[in-house]
């Protein structure tokens, strides 16, 4: 999977010019094939294996960089921007009674 270090930019601050990004997403264990433009803003080319899907998805990959930079994941602005549903909150305490005690 191709990486544009521009692409994740938009999700996480990436302080680490992309030769040395894939140094660290490497020692993390994420297979690195190949590193375009390794001085500048690059692409890192990425071989997903079996047991990281995560991997798959650019929102996947930041918080993998997150990991290995300590740098904070910020949502699309999709998400953001979504509508969630409320939360419902519990106003009362919940008395619970026990009548088969088998």
Same mark, same amino acid.
């Given at each position: 999977?191709?990486?544009?270090?521009?692409? #994740?930019?938009?999700? @996480?601050?990436?302080? #680490?010019?992309?030769?040395? *990004?894939?140094?660290? *997403?490497? *020692?993390?264990?994420?297979?690195?094939?190949?590193? #375009?433009?390794?001085?500048?803003?690059?692409? @890192?080319?990425?071989?997903?294996?079996?047991?990281?899907?995560?991997?798959?998805?650019? #929102?996947? *990959? $930041?918080?993998?960089?997150? $990991?290995?930079?300590?740098?904070?994941?910020?949502?699309?602005?999709?998400?953001?921007? $979504?509508?969630?549903? $409320?939360?419902?909150?519990?106003?009362?305490?919940?008395?619970?009674? @026990?009548?088969?005690?088998?």
């Amino acid at each position: 999977m191709k990486l544009p270090v521009s692409w #994740l930019k938009r999700y @996480i601050d990436v302080p #680490l010019p992309a030769a040395k *990004l894939a140094d660290k *997403l490497t *020692l993390s264990g994420t297979k690195v094939e190949d590193v #375009l433009d390794p001085q500048g803003d690059g692409v @890192i080319d990425i071989e997903v294996t079996s047991n990281r899907p995560d991997c798959l998805s650019m #929102l996947g *990959l $930041a918080v993998e960089v997150s $990991a290995v930079t300590g740098k904070k994941v910020r949502p699309p602005k999709e998400y953001a921007a $979504a509508e969630r549903p $409320a939360r419902p909150r519990a106003n009362q305490d919940v008395t619970i009674h @026990i009548e088969d005690k088998k």
